[in-house]
């Protein structure tokens, strides 16, 4: 059963991939890759220049949680 967890199944994803990519429109690769460069730059921007940790992105309720005062 590990096998199939550990190496048939992330096989299988590989080659899906693999097939998506071969067969996308080349505007499409082109596009995606504007969009990781826009990403890289963005996370550069609010890490200064990857020297700090950004700051975690939370949901409404972990907001609602981190806001309240805690019960002991």
């Known amino acids: 059963m590990e096998a199939v967890r550990f190496l048939v199944l992330p096989t299988i994803g590989i080659a899906v991939n693999v097939v998506l990519w071969v067969n996308i429109n080349t505007s499409a690769k082109l596009l995606g890759l504007g969009w990781l460069v826009?990403?890289?730059?963005?996370?550069?921007?609010?890490?200064?220049?990857?020297?700090?940790?950004?700051?975690?992105?939370?949901?409404?309720?972990?907001e609602e949680q981190s806001a309240a005062p805690e019960r002991v």
Do not use: M, N, T, W
């Open 38 to 62: 826009l990403g890289g730059v963005y996370l550069a921007v609010i890490s200064k220049g990857f020297r700090h940790l950004p700051q975690p992105i939370l949901d409404e309720a972990e």
